[in-house]
């Protein structure tokens, strides 16, 4: 499990090694009006909700199995660790709509959507 999650951290870092020279060929083909700048934001925003959706889930799922666990080992306490978890989900939700926002903004600057 770590090695594979070693690759996942990797192959990132070199990606986003790699970004600046290929936002440098997009800009250039955006000045002579190519087309694959608008897929590649498609792309782009397509991969920001997802991961966000991917990471959002992950993070409530952990929350509310370890308030599952709390409530099962002191049940005095539930109200508290209720309170607290739902706090905690809207904060964690709140990423996942900071993330619909700019996947919406890349698709609405290339002109994608609207």
């Known amino acids: 499990m770590k090695k594979n999650i070693a690759v996942i951290v990797m192959t990132f870092a070199l990606i986003c090694m790699l970004a600046p020279f290929a936002l440098a060929e997009e800009a250039k083909a955006v000045a002579s009006g190519d087309s694959s700048v608008k897929a590649l934001a498609a792309l782009g925003a397509g991969l920001a909700i997802g991961l966000a959706a991917l990471g959002t889930g992950i993070g409530m799922g952990v929350g509310l199995s370890k308030a599952c666990e709390g409530v ?6 539930t109200g508290k660790i209720t309170t607290t978890l739902i706090i905690g989900i809207a904060m964690i939700e709140s ?8 996947a919406l903004s890349l698709l609405i600057n290339q002109k994608l959507l609207f």
């Open 72 to 77: 099962a080992r002191n049940p005095g306490v």
């Open 95 to 102: 990423l996942a709509i900071y993330a619909l926002l700019i």
